[in-house]
């Protein structure tokens, strides 16, 4: 314990220090403006003081396919999440080193179980970060999937001779969720600055909903001049369905995830008995001879 005092305070210490001579304003000036313009807390200062700096020269070293590349920067923007696809990556990795570096301070103690206890849940937190933003684009998609009926009546009794669809998808905007205000936004821009039948084929894939598909596909149609009436009238009854399926699924899965954070927490109250037992034992034996 003595030794992750002392490395802190160091650390901290030589922080200071480095900050005094280069930085100008003074770091507290820095953390004061930055807090006026969002609102941060003292895991995002941690991340930035701990594990940016190391990320970012790790960044250099992460090569990625282009086509996976561009799938997770759209995606990355779509949950709101501030970083390049290299650095998400570089995040990740440098958080599970702190947490493999804090293992090594245990070794002086012997604590071997609790070592490769850490060492297992750095591993765990490497993948529950890179999942992260795939948790959230389902998220969103499940808040859209929530939202198409209404998206889909709206579109039903406002579409006209004379009313533009760019119109229809404005007026939603001003009620729609927040997860899905970002793809109306670009869908807005792509509509008033390129083609619409491009603007729509890019939505429907940004967001890549079956049911979006098949809507944008219906919208198509009508700005054609085909005879959409009867399909938007099906397609309202089947995104009701959707929806009633998609509360039901999520109500569902929530029992699901409360037992897999029991399942954890139980096996490393069970780790942690078996090691206090066993260094008791040790004790023991080492007592009687």
């Given at each position: 314990?003595?030794?992750?005092?002392?490395?802190?305070?160091?650390?901290?210490?030589?922080?200071?220090?480095?900050?005094?001579?280069?930085?100008?304003?003074?770091?507290?000036?820095?953390?004061?403006?930055?807090?006026?313009?969002?609102?941060?807390?003292?895991?995002?200062?941690?991340?930035?003081?701990?594990?940016?700096?190391?990320?970012?020269?790790?960044?250099?070293?992460?090569?990625?396919?282009?086509i996976k590349r561009e799938k997770l920067r759209r995606d990355l923007e779509r949950v709101d999440i501030p970083?390049?696809?290299?650095?998400?990556?570089?995040?990740?990795?440098?958080?599970?080193?702190?947490?493999?570096?804090?293992?090594?301070?245990?070794?002086?103690?012997?604590?071997?179980?609790?070592?490769?206890?850490?060492?297992?849940?750095?591993?765990?937190?490497?993948?529950?970060?890179?999942?992260?933003?795939?948790?959230?684009?389902?998220?969103?998609?499940?808040?859209?999937?929530?939202?198409?009926?209404?998206?889909?009546?709206?579109?039903?009794?406002?579409?006209?001779?004379?009313v533009q669809f760019v119109d229809i998808v404005e007026k939603y905007n001003r009620i729609a969720g927040d997860?899905?205000?970002?793809?109306?936004?670009?869908?807005?821009?792509?509509?008033?600055?390129?083609?619409?039948?491009?603007?729509?084929?890019?939505?429907?894939?940004?967001?890549?909903?079956?049911?979006?598909t098949s809507f944008v596909n219906v919208v198509l149609g009508g700005i054609k001049g085909d005879d959409i009436?009867?399909?938007?009238?099906?397609?309202?009854?089947?995104?009701?369905?959707?929806?009633?399926?998609?509360?039901?699924?999520?109500?569902?899965?929530?029992?699901?995830?409360?037992?897999?954070?029991?399942?954890?927490?139980?096996?490393?109250?069970?780790?942690?008995?078996?090691?206090?037992?066993?260094?008791?034992?040790?004790?023991?034996?080492?007592?009687?001879?």
């Amino acid at each position: 314990m003595k030794i992750i005092f002392l490395t802190l305070l160091i650390g901290f210490g030589l922080y200071e220090v480095i900050t005094t001579i280069i930085v100008l304003p003074s770091r507290q000036t820095l953390k004061s403006v930055k807090r006026l313009t969002e609102k941060r807390t003292i895991f995002q200062d941690m991340k930035e003081f701990f594990v940016t700096p190391i990320a970012v020269f790790i960044t250099k070293l992460i090569k990625l396919e282009r086509i996976k590349r561009e799938k997770l920067r759209r995606d990355l923007e779509r949950v709101d999440i501030p970083e390049s696809p290299e650095m998400y990556y570089a995040n990740a990795i440098v958080i599970s080193l702190w947490i493999c570096f804090g293992s090594l301070l245990l070794i002086p103690f012997g604590m071997k179980i609790l070592i490769i206890g850490v060492i297992l849940l750095a591993i765990v937190v490497y993948f529950a970060n890179i999942e992260q933003v795939k948790e959230k684009i389902k998220e969103t998609n499940d808040a859209i999937k929530s939202e198409l009926p209404r998206f889909v009546r709206m579109y039903n009794h406002s579409r006209g001779d004379n009313v533009q669809f760019v119109d229809i998808v404005e007026k939603y905007n001003r009620i729609a969720g927040d997860k899905f205000k970002y793809d109306l936004d670009m869908l807005i821009m792509d509509l008033k600055t390129g083609n619409e039948e491009a603007a729509l084929l890019n939505f429907a894939e940004r967001i890549n909903i079956p049911q979006m598909t098949s809507f944008v596909n219906v919208v198509l149609g009508g700005i054609k001049g085909d005879d959409i009436g009867v399909s938007l009238q099906l397609m309202e009854g089947e995104m009701k369905i959707l929806a009633r399926e998609n509360k039901r699924r999520i109500m569902q899965e929530r029992p699901g995830k409360v037992k897999r954070a029991t399942i954890v927490t139980g096996m490393m109250l069970l780790v942690m008995y078996f090691f206090v037992l066993g260094m008791d034992l040790i004790n023991n034996t080492a007592f009687f001879s």
